[in-house]
């Protein structure tokens, strides 16, 4: 059976992988595939392995559901998902912190945790990288954060930020949030499920 080292690792390089098939299309530049490239050179190697004790949330209930959605994605959201599923449950699920305004469903409807972070597998100086996981019909409360950010999307479903209001990526799909950007996501009939990467300024 692989270590956790060892899974930590296969699941970053497919994550590295989803989203630079994502970006690295020819007629791509600017800070969508600039900051993906330099996530992945910072990650590369430089994660120190943690132990955290694993914890589920009612959510969870949903994951099965999302995995088998993101199996049927193209190629590299399925290598990313089997990566993710041999982490899966070594991960402690958290809830965000609550918010003023959130949507009612939102609470008892989401699951967060963290990959390489505070509550993580791994540690980075730099980088943080983390799972999101909503039950169908919920919306993520709009937030922001100064660290830019990068979510690899896994499932069908909503995304938001101020200056482009709501769209839908599709799963495979890598989402950029600039510094600061005030942004959302929503879940439609299916659970949304999405892997996202902070990078501190
Ligand atoms: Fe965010």
Redesign the pocket.
């Given at each position: 059976m692989a270590t956790h080292d060892q899974q930590l690792t296969e699941f970053i390089r497919a994550l590295e992988a989803a989203a630079k098939a994502a970006t690295d299309v020819l007629d791509e530049s600017g800070k969508r595939k600039a900051t993906v490239r330099a996530v992945f050179a910072e990650l590369d190697g430089a994660w120190a392995k943690e132990s955290v004790e694993p914890a589920e949330l009612d959510a969870c209930r949903h994951l099965s559901a999302a995995l088998l959605n993101a199996e049927h994605g193209p190629e590299p959201v399925a290598n990313l998902t089997r990566a993710f599923e041999a982490l899966a449950p070594a991960l402690r699920w958290r809830l965000r912190p609550p918010d003023a305004g959130e949507d009612p469903g939102f609470r008892g409807g989401h699951a967060n945790a963290d990959i390489i972070g505070p509550a993580g597998l791994g540690r980075h100086e730099d980088i943080v990288v983390g799972v999101s996981l909503m039950a169908p019909g919920v919306t993520y409360p709009d937030?922001?954060?100064p660290p830019e950010?990068i979510?690899v999307v896994m499932s069908e479903g909503d995304w938001f930020n101020e200056s482009d209001g709501w769209y839908t990526p599709g799963i495979g799909q890598v989402v950029y949030?600039q510094s600061s950007i005030v942004?959302a996501m929503r879940s439609g009939t299916e659970p949304l499920l999405s892997v996202?990467c902070?990078k501190r300024p």
């Open positions: 937030h922001d954060h950010e979510y949030h942004h996202w902070l």
